[in-house]
């Protein structure tokens, strides 16, 4: 599986990226290696999606270079509050 954002033809205007990490196919430590790779998509904050919430895997996550990362179930008031912090952080540095 190829993940190019080079191959859409169209520029991204994305403020982040909401990311699983346990993708069919590929996971999401790859996947986000391919698009920091990409310079159309490298300056996106990528957060983390996932049911592995352990200490060690959180650790894992932010030291890869996710942005956040959020454990499943979504606690619904961390989310927003997540968003809120990497929305402010893109219209800062975009």
Do not use: C
């Not at 993708?23 to 990409?38: H, N, T, V, Y």
């Amino acid at each position: 599986m190829a993940i190019s954002a080079s191959s859409w033809h169209a520029p991204i205007n994305a403020a982040m990226i909401l990311m699983d990490i346990n993708l069919p196919g590929i996971s999401g430590l790859e996947a986000m290696k391919i698009l920091r790779a990409d310079p159309i998509t490298a300056h996106i904050p990528i957060v983390a999606l996932s049911a592995n919430a352990l200490p060690r895997d959180i650790e894992q996550g932010l030291a890869a270079g996710f942005f956040d990362y959020v454990t499943k179930p979504i606690k619904v008031n961390e989310f927003m509050d997540t968003l809120d912090v990497v929305l402010e952080f893109s219209k800062k540095t975009g």
